[in-house]
Every structure is written in structure tokens, then in C-alpha cells.
């Protein structure tokens, strides 16, 4: 079967850096995306990773390794707002995104 | 932001009655799906559509249809809603499907069955 596992909870620190790990077993794979979702709210899109390799974005950054079956979501400076479930989502060989439960990250002052 | 809405936002229901939940889209996309979100679990994916009139099932279509009769509208109907249905309901649209095609997601529908 198609499976993507994530840490379910994780708490950091305001000011500090968290690595949120996404291990994944698909058949096929056409790119990793990561989503943040605010409590009550709609994902939105943060990242989309196909290559091996670091993706930065302001803030955020996106690792990948196929070979692994890997990626992490890299949080730097964290604020509070960042108070959030990250969710990751393998694309795989239909095209058809499965989706990892979520990582809730609390953000402590 | 994605121009999508869907409603109602809100819904309490009886068993057996059914339901018709609303998305509407207003970035013309092709593709236009319907999730639900439970806790412990990823997003699901219960019905997709690829044009008007075109749709396909998903992992956990049993006791859903749906329907696109515009480019513009996809509506997912419980034909007699179950407590097992309770659950938070997002559409989400594509321009594609290919692994550039991000999905934007709606602002969600919470329903209960009672």
C-alpha cells in the first residue's frame, strides 16, 4: 500500500529552527509537496520538490531525497504565527496525491 | 488567493437525509476535486472531475456522487447521509494534473450527522 508518515506533534521554540521529517512509500513518484494548515482553515501551499536536493523559500526551505524516500520542511525564525499542521503530499505514478495526517507544530514564546 | 468558495460553510443534518455540498471556482481550472480531512488521517479523496461531466472516483467515493455541470461548479452530494460522514469537506482545483499542477483548496464545509 501507499503510505506517508509524519511525526504527529512537534513544539519549538519562538526564535528558534524545527525540521519536520516526511518518509514516504508510493508507487511512483512525480514530486513532494508541502501545505500549511491553520487551525479551522484552508492548506495552502508551500513548497513543491521533484529533484534531490535543498529548495529555499524566504523562511522555509524544502529538502529532498528520492533515493531515500525522504524530505523535511525546514522552519527558520520561528514566530508564532507559524503555529500550524504541516502536511506532506506525494504525487504518485496516477497523478493522484496521497497525503501524509500532518505534523501540529506549537509554537511556545 | 485561488478564487474558491464553497458552500454551505456549516451543516448539521439527520441520518438518512441527504445532502448537497456547493464549490465554486472562478479561476476557470479544469480539474476540481473533493476531500474530506479526519483527524489521524491525510486528506482523502472521494471524487475528481477533469472537465464538464467528467468524473472519476476516489479512494473513498462509497456514498458519494458528484456532479459538474459548468466548468465553473462541482457538487458532491451525500444520497443519505451516515454519522460516518461527519467530517470536514475541502474542494480543491488544478489547472492540471501533471507535477507542476498545485491544488488551491476552498475554505473547507464542517458537517455534522446526527
Known amino acids: 500500500g501507499q503510505n506517508i508518515d509524519q511525526p504527529t506533534e512537534m513544539t519549538a521554540t519562538e526564535g528558534a529552527i524545527v525540521q519536520i521529517n516526511c518518509t514516504y512509500q508510493?508507487?511512483?513518484?512525480?514530486?513532494l509537496f508541502w501545505y500549511q494548515q491553520h487551525a479551522g482553515e484552508a492548506p495552502t501551499f508551500l513548497s513543491y520538490n521533484v529533484l534531490d536536493g535543498l529548495e529555499e523559500k524566504g523562511r522555509f526551505s524544502s529538502f529532498l531525497s528520492r533515493s531515500k524516500g525522504y524530505s523535511y520542511l525546514l522552519l527558520k525564525e520561528l514566530q508564532m504565527k507559524d503555529s500550524a499542521s504541516y502536511l506532506c503530499?506525494?504525487?504518485?505514478?496516477?497523478?493522484?496525491?496521497?497525503w501524509g495526517a500532518g505534523t501540529k507544530l506549537i509554537i511556545k514564546p | 488567493d485561488a478564487g474558491i468558495t464553497q458552500s454551505p460553510r456549516h451543516k448539521v443534518t439527520e441520518t438518512g437525509t441527504p445532502v448537497t455540498l456547493r464549490c465554486h471556482q472562478t479561476?476557470?481550472?479544469?480539474?476540481m476535486y473533493w476531500y474530506r480531512q479526519d483527524p489521524g488521517h491525510g486528506l482523502r479523496l472521494i471524487h475528481y472531475s477533469y472537465g464538464v461531466k467528467d468524473t472519476d472516483k476516489g479512494e473513498v467515493s462509497d456514498g458519494y456522487s458528484v456532479s459538474r455541470s459548468k466548468t465553473e461548479d462541482f457538487l458532491l452530494t451525500l444520497e443519505s447521509a451516515t454519522s460516518s460522514q461527519t467530517s470536514v469537506y475541502f474542494c480543491a482545483i488544478s489547472e492540471g494534473r501533471g507535477d507542476t499542477d498545485t491544488q488551491y483548496f476552498g475554505p473547507g464545509t464542517r458537517l455534522t450527522v446526527l
Open positions: 479561476e476557470n481550472h479544469r480539474y
Open positions: 503530499a506525494v504525487l504518485d505514478s496516477n497523478y493522484q496525491l496521497i
Open positions: 508510493t508507487s511512483g513518484f512525480n514530486g
